[in-house]
């Protein structure tokens, strides 16, 4: 794969102002303000700069050196780590001096597709250990791809995630088997907190 290429395409995106900013603004709408969120492969970082701007304490891992650097060029280094998704251990963020519990852990564009089929179940495993009380998993997937819906629903059995919401794309478009697009929720038990005043009405 040509990871260098795509991290200078990803570049010239931000350069130009391109909005790319879609998973984000999802994410913010369905969390506490002030949340702790992971974004696992996050590429370039925009996800994680995103929801910074928006007030969120937010960490971004991805195992390809490429498309760090260019993360670590255009945001604050500090918000990355070179880690696979199936090494968010505690153990291993903590090593890494990472938070070791989130309310939203987000893989958006096709990140799953990436990971062979032991790999997802592992890393489903662990973002059940690592959301808090009411967190969120949150996954951006083409459909009828490796990683997508099925899969995920295969992998999150037994963990205590519950599919609550399945989309369509980031709009909240309403899913269909012959949807090409998927935005899936799944939910740690408990209810998210989200406070008193307006986020809590």
């Known amino acids: 794969r040509d990871y260098a290429g795509y991290a200078a395409k990803m570049r010239q ?7 790319m ?16 969120v992971l974004d696992i492969g996050c590429g370039i970082g925009n996800a994680v700069n995103g929801l910074r701007r928006r007030g969120h304490a937010a960490y971004g891992i991805d195992p390809t050196a490429e498309v760090l650097e260019v993360a670590r060029e255009l945001y604050d280094e500090a918000w990355f780590r ?22 939203v852990i987000l893989m958006s564009g096709n990140v799953p597709s990436f990971l062979t089929t032991h790999e997802l179940h592992e890393t489903f495993r662990q973002v059940a250990e690592l959301l808090a009380a009411g967190g969120i998993f949150v996954l951006g997937t083409t459909t009828a791809i490796q990683g997508g819906p099925v899969d995920q629903d295969k992998a999150a059995a037994g963990l205590g995630l519950t599919l609550s919401h399945r989309f369509s794309d980031w709009h909240l478009g309403a899913f269909r088997a012959d949807s090409p697009w998927s935005v899936s929720m799944f939910t740690a038990a408990a209810s998210m907190d989200f406070g008193e005043g307006p986020d809590g009405m």
């Open 13 to 19: 995106h931000v350069l130009a102002g391109t909005d």
């Open 21 to 36: 900013d879609v998973d984000v603004r999802f994410i913010d709408m369905m969390c506490r303000r002030g949340a702790r």
């Open 82 to 103: 070179r880690l696979a998704a199936v090494d968010i251990t505690p153990e291993a963020l903590r090593m890494n001096g990472l938070p070791q519990a989130y309310d």
